[in-house]
């Protein structure tokens, strides 16, 4: 992606409203307080510029919530899909450092913005079904929160058939890892049939 | 009492997003409660001296193969039951993508027998009933216009048209309101599917959480294991 704005590729999400102890609880119960905690400490700073990766993270948030906000687990899936979008975004930036995901050959080739787009997407409804699971497992009384696990699930059923041509033009390791074993779908561990699950490169 | 997982049936036209539905109930069950729910098809070819039975009655219908086709389906349903879903159940559920409510309409359509007909000799043959029949519910155009949006399927000309769509829902509709004349379709439970697909999930969800046919979470949590 020649002439890329890197800060707005990987910027700082925006933190967890003050005193959600709850959420953040949640994101902790569930293993992911890394991946809120490192956006937010190594996140660039952009003023006003919210990038597209971003709005693709806050679009996939706001179709699972659908105006559900000021709980635990709300905060929470919105938190997480925006973390997406710096993680995805961190990964692009370094990717001309890694190598295809099959062939482990350096300098994978050109992506296009729209990919990373989509892969954002797929990613942050991946963390957001893992956390409305887990907040289904603490109780599952509350029918915006199942509704909102369905609208996850189904989500996930539909980008499933454009996984596979998207983690080939993602090409680079790190980002199909990423995407592979974040979305739920049935190629989850394909990658090690290749081999490359041993850690060769890494 | 013996503890095992559902034996669910989905049932509905062409288009009116079984498919999506089941896709929907296993990462439901894989996901939340921590099982992987085994998935099979009306038809599965388990009875090998059956197949060509099964091809040809299904695929060129008439009058002469009418009673071998229904002779090889109620063959490959017990066989369905005897080796894939009996064992299962006590593992995992069972998601069954079209069973008997589809037959009943095929040979209504097909072969002009009437639905209770066809019920009494596949009746015969099978001994379990699932414990939920899902019917989605949705008007033969709209059906129609969704199936045929799909890319990929091929279109049957004696099949997916107007006409024949029109009375396989017939068939649907007069059989689902006599539910104790048929009980071996189970609890029968119709869905409306003009929702949207997430909404679908949310009320076949709900109904299988009414009927304790999933786990109560909090019970599944701490390890133990109660179904319907």
Same mark, same amino acid.
């Given at each position: 992606?020649?002439?890329?704005?890197?800060?707005?590729?990987?910027?700082?999400?925006?933190?967890?409203?003050?005193?959600?102890?709850?959420?953040?609880?949640?994101?902790?119960?569930?293993?992911?307080?890394?991946?809120?905690?490192?956006?937010?400490?190594?996140?660039?700073?952009?003023?006003?510029?919210?990038?597209?990766?971003?709005?693709?993270?806050? +679009?996939?948030?706001?179709?699972?919530?659908?105006?559900?906000?000021?709980?635990?687990?709300?905060?929470?899936?919105?938190?997480?899909?925006?973390?997406?979008?710096?993680?995805?975004?961190?990964?692009?930036?370094?990717?001309?450092?890694?190598?295809?995901?099959?062939?482990?050959?350096?300098?994978?080739?050109?992506?296009?913005?729209?990919?990373?787009?989509?892969?954002?997407?797929?990613?942050?409804?991946?963390? %957001?079904?893992?956390?409305?699971?887990?907040?289904?497992?603490?109780?599952?009384?509350?029918?915006?929160?199942?509704? %909102?696990?369905?609208?996850?699930?189904?989500?996930?059923?539909?980008?499933?058939?454009?996984?596979?041509?998207?983690?080939?033009?993602?090409?680079?390791?790190?980002?199909?890892?990423?995407?592979?074993? +974040?979305?739920?779908?049935?190629?989850?561990?394909?990658?090690?049939?290749?081999?490359?699950?041993?850690?060769?490169?890494? | 009492?013996?503890? $095992?997982?559902?034996?669910?049936?989905?049932?509905?036209?062409? &288009?009116?997003?079984?498919?999506?539905?089941?896709?929907? #109930?296993?990462?439901?069950?894989?996901?939340?409660?921590?099982?992987?729910?085994?998935?099979?098809?009306?038809?599965?070819? #388990?009875?090998? @001296?059956?197949?060509?039975?099964?091809?040809?009655?299904?695929?060129?219908?008439?009058? &002469?193969? *009418? @009673?071998?086709?229904?002779?090889?389906?109620? /063959?490959?349903? =017990?066989?369905?039951?005897? $080796?894939?879903?009996?064992?299962? *159940?006590?593992?995992?559920?069972?998601?069954?993508? =079209?069973?008997?409510?589809?037959?009943?309409?095929?040979?209504?359509?097909?072969?002009?027998?009437?639905?209770? !007909?066809?019920?009494?000799?596949? /009746?015969?043959?099978?001994?379990?009933?699932? @414990? #939920?029949?899902?019917?989605?519910?949705?008007?033969?155009?709209?059906?129609?216009? $969704?199936?045929?949006?799909?890319?990929?399927?091929?279109? =049957?000309?004696?099949?997916?048209?107007?006409?024949?769509?029109?009375?396989? *829902? !017939?068939?649907?509709? /007069?059989?689902?309101?006599?539910?104790?004349?048929?009980?071996?379709? &189970?609890?029968?439970?119709?869905?409306?599917?003009?929702?949207? $697909?997430?909404?679908?999930?949310?009320?076949?969800?709900?109904? #299988?959480? !009414?009927?304790?046919?999933?786990?109560?979470?909090?019970?599944?949590?701490?390890? &133990? !294991?109660?179904?319907?």
């Amino acid at each position: 992606m020649p002439g890329a704005d890197v800060s707005v590729l990987a910027q700082c999400p925006s933190p967890l409203p003050a005193g959600d102890e709850s959420a953040r609880a949640l994101l902790e119960d569930v293993g992911l307080g890394f991946w809120l905690e490192l956006p937010q400490r190594h996140g660039a700073e952009t003023r006003n510029q919210r990038g597209a990766l971003h709005r693709a993270a806050d +679009t996939a948030a706001q179709n699972i919530l659908v105006e559900q906000s000021g709980t635990a687990w709300s905060d929470a899936v919105t938190a997480a899909s925006a973390a997406a979008a710096w993680w995805v975004g961190f990964f692009a930036v370094i990717r001309h450092r890694g190598v295809h995901h099959t062939t482990l050959e350096p300098h994978p080739g050109p992506l296009h913005e729209q990919a990373l787009g989509t892969a954002v997407s797929v990613v942050a409804h991946g963390m %957001a079904t893992r956390v409305l699971e887990a907040a289904l497992r603490n109780s599952d009384d509350d029918p915006a929160l199942r509704a %909102a696990y369905c609208r996850a699930i189904e989500a996930g059923v539909c980008v499933e058939p454009e996984l596979p041509r998207l983690v080939d033009e993602l090409a680079e390791l790190r980002l199909v890892d990423l995407v592979s074993t +974040t979305a739920r779908w049935r190629g989850r561990f394909t990658k090690y049939a290749g081999g490359t699950g041993a850690g060769q490169v890494e | 009492m013996n503890h $095992r997982h559902p034996f669910i049936v989905i049932e509905g036209l062409d &288009g009116t997003g079984k498919t999506t539905l089941r896709k929907g #109930l296993f990462r439901l069950w894989e996901g939340l409660y921590g099982v992987t729910p085994l998935c099979v098809l009306t038809t599965n070819f #388990l009875a090998a @001296d059956q197949a060509a039975a099964i091809v040809t009655g299904k695929y060129q219908p008439n009058a &002469g193969n *009418r @009673d071998a086709y229904l002779s090889a389906i109620a /063959a490959d349903k =017990r066989a369905t039951l005897d $080796r894939l879903v009996l064992p299962q *159940r006590p593992a995992r559920p069972v998601i069954a993508d =079209r069973w008997l409510l589809s037959e009943l309409a095929f040979f209504a359509v097909k072969h002009g027998m009437r639905a209770s !007909e066809t019920y009494e000799t596949l /009746a015969a043959h099978l001994t379990v009933a699932p @414990d #939920l029949t899902l019917v989605l519910d949705l008007e033969t155009d709209a059906s129609m216009s $969704r199936a045929q949006a799909r890319q990929g399927d091929a279109v =049957r000309a004696d099949w997916d048209v107007h006409d024949v769509q029109s009375r396989v *829902r !017939e068939t649907y509709e /007069a059989v689902v309101t006599k539910p104790d004349e048929f009980p071996l379709l &189970g609890n029968v439970v119709r869905l409306d599917a003009r929702r949207l $697909r997430s909404e679908v999930l949310l009320a076949a969800w709900d109904v #299988l959480r !009414e009927r304790q046919l999933v786990p109560s979470l909090a019970a599944h949590a701490e390890g &133990g !294991e109660t179904h319907g």
